[in-house]
């Protein structure tokens, strides 16, 4: 039996550094013995169907092969279809009534506790918030990530140390659960 996967790839093509041509990574997930791999836009999407694995060991096979192909390092976190899905069925803020440009999601590694966010005055922020779910950082910044002061302290190394972490916005977070639906 096959499972459709995302692996998201973080920090790959952002200012003209790391770069991974999409038709690249996608002849290299097909040489991995992947099937139906296919890449969303050019910033660190790829889907596919896998007999073989969990997503903990594809992302360090895809690493390593990244890694080997490019010269380079390339965090990555895969998952599957059904834990896409509930991160958006999980969402705590009205999405339907959102921009995309204003809702994000940050993947992690592994799960995380709120505690690791105790030292961010979450009030001192607002009106932008941030919600933890399962291995999902929700974050609402009404100007867009790039004007973020929330998104930046939620960044800092200190929070997510030990941790691979890479955000999308919502339009692609709905759009990898489409691409690994049945």
């Given at each position: 039996m096959t499972t459709k996967y995302a692996a998201l790839l973080r920090g790959i093509n952002v200012g003209?550094?790391?770069?991974?041509?999409m038709a690249d990574l996608r002849a290299l997930?097909?040489?991995l013995g992947h099937d139906?791999?296919?890449?969303?836009?050019?910033?660190?999407?790829?889907?596919?169907a896998a007999?073989?694995?969990d997503e903990d060991s594809l992302a360090a096979e895809l690493a390593e092969?990244?890694?080997?192909?490019?010269?380079f390092p390339v965090d990555v976190i895969v998952r599957d279809h059904a834990y896409l899905r509930s991160v958006v069925e999980a969402c705590p803020f009205p999405a339907a009534e959102?921009?995309?440009r204003q809702l994000h999601v940050t993947?992690?590694?592994a799960p995380v506790e709120a505690d690791r966010f105790a030292a961010i005055d979450a009030p001192a922020f607002r009106p932008e918030e941030f919600r933890l779910g399962d291995r999902a950082l929700y974050l609402y910044a009404p100007d867009g990530l790039g004007r973020s002061k929330l998104a930046e302290a939620l960044a800092r190394p200190r929070v997510n140390k030990g941790l691979v972490a890479t955000s999308r916005n919502w339009n692609?977070?709905?759009?990898?659960?489409?691409l690994t639906g049945p």
């Amino acid at each position: 039996m096959t499972t459709k996967y995302a692996a998201l790839l973080r920090g790959i093509n952002v200012g003209g550094s790391r770069k991974v041509p999409m038709a690249d990574l996608r002849a290299l997930l097909t040489s991995l013995g992947h099937d139906a791999v296919r890449t969303h836009l050019q910033s660190g999407q790829a889907v596919f169907a896998a007999a073989h694995g969990d997503e903990d060991s594809l992302a360090a096979e895809l690493a390593e092969a990244i890694g080997e192909r490019f010269g380079f390092p390339v965090d990555v976190i895969v998952r599957d279809h059904a834990y896409l899905r509930s991160v958006v069925e999980a969402c705590p803020f009205p999405a339907a009534e959102l921009e995309a440009r204003q809702l994000h999601v940050t993947y992690f590694s592994a799960p995380v506790e709120a505690d690791r966010f105790a030292a961010i005055d979450a009030p001192a922020f607002r009106p932008e918030e941030f919600r933890l779910g399962d291995r999902a950082l929700y974050l609402y910044a009404p100007d867009g990530l790039g004007r973020s002061k929330l998104a930046e302290a939620l960044a800092r190394p200190r929070v997510n140390k030990g941790l691979v972490a890479t955000s999308r916005n919502w339009n692609t977070v709905t759009k990898l659960v489409e691409l690994t639906g049945p």
